[in-house]
């Protein structure tokens, strides 16, 4: 929701920096929305696995939102708080006496796929100290094949994340979070210290990363920044935190019955935890807010992306239109859709799967395709959040965000898949909230009292005969994948 606001409220602004761009909005304490702004940011990608983003685009697009709010809310900000992307690298240095910046490496680049192939027992050797998967989508990889291009100049470049290196425009420290550092894949969160074991594979020191500094931990804005934006000189500046943690706490606070699940253009699923909880099977993985708030979770990497897949494939009408056709029909057992076009994340973390039908019959006609495609999605999200209850379990909720929340039918599909009962937070930017909490509490305001950060809206129940229609059906999916794409080694 947002609301008009007068000139003595006092606001803290959240800055969410995304990978389809940067969202601000304003927050009074009772977590209203009072102004807020969005642009998007141009993604590259191209046939070698490349997925980036250039750094002046998303600093500009960053920027120009936290002025066009300022300007809107007519609200004093009490503080600036940021929230960044998991397992975005980007690198800088020094040349010719000027400052150098590299491109933002996205978690979905995929350039590093022979070092991590290469890394792979070493990385999931590690897991009990960074609990993050071994998956290219992390650093260790990364930062070998990086150092492989330019190994005379890489050991003098700094390395961070966006949200780092943001920070460090506007403040002129060098700073990450826990989260942020935990997404990274070479910070060991049981000593709270970056990996020596991983840097080594990088050739990485510690000197060239940032300081890992509590996230409701701030900085003064620097004047010329300040001015800029149009903020006193001086405003603080909270490091915040990372985009899955910060959903969790802005959909459900430090409620650990309440779990998340965005549906965007991929999935994720998350759950809240008092202690550090890793996955014995490494299918989740396990970032702390601070030591004693851990979010467990895990991300696929294939949501919305498949209903625009099938849409595309199938053409004809609008997107909102085909899925309300398709979840109109009852579900078919006997035909299956593998989902996994872009490979996949959480909880498998296979690279090598790729999507599949399977089933079809004369009968069928593109919109039983789309139906099935929109199972298969449900049962990867039933899968998922099976593999985070594993480590979290009695989760009698979950708050749904993301994109694709608009089809009241797909919402229940969902809420069937995960059975158990579901709800929309309001506000709805869950991310942007989760990073007002922390900037409230670097203020110095208490930790929120439920319903706060967020009031549960648009409720639905699961309907328990759809729920076991999907268990049986992914069953079959697993039985199709195990035969098409099978496990080489167990781990």
Known sequence: MTAAVGATTEVVLALDIGTSGARAFT????????????RLVRTYTTSDGASWQSWPDLALSALDCVRQVIGESGARVAALVLSGTASCLVSSWTEAGELRTGDVILWSDRRAVVEQRELTALLEASYPR??????????????????????????????????DLLFELLCGERWTDPMTAAATGVFDSSSWEWDDELLGVGLVRKDQ?????????SAPMRRDQAKALGLPSGTPVVLGGMDGPLAQIGAAGWDEKIATCTLGTSIAFRAATGARTPDP??????YPVSRTLWVVGGAGSNGGNVMEWAHDLVGGGLLGDLL???????????????????GERSPLWRDDLRGAIVGLGAHHRRVDIVRAALDGVAVAL??????????????????????????DAWVQLVTDALGVPTAVPEPKEATATGAAVLGWLALGRPAPVPPLP???????????????????????????????YPVRNSR
């Open 382 to 407: 039933k899968e998922l959040a099976e593999a985070v209850s594993a480590c979290v379990p009695d989760v009698a909720e979950v708050r749904l965000t993301g994109g694709f929340l608009q089809e």
């Open 324 to 342: 309300r056709q398709a979840l109109a029909l009852p579900i078919d057992p006997g035909l299956l859709f593998l989902p996994y076009l872009n």
């Open 209 to 217: 990363l940032p300081d890992v500094n509590d996230a409701t931990r």
């Open 27 to 38: 927050y009074d304490e009772d977590f209203v929305v009072r102004s807020g702004a969005s």
């Open 281 to 286: 099977t490494r299918r989740a993985w396990c």
């Open 454 to 484: 967020s009031r549960p809206t648009d409720l639905h129940l699961p309907a328990m005969e759809v729920h076991r229609a999907l268990a049986a059906k992914a069953a079959s999916l697993r039985e199709v994948r195990q035969h098409l």
């Open 130 to 163: 960074t609990l993050c998967p071994a998956h290219v989508s992390y650093w260790p990889a990364k930062l070998q094949w990086l150092a492989g291009r330019d190994p005379q100049r890489f050991g003098t470049k700094r390395l961070g994340g966006a949200k």
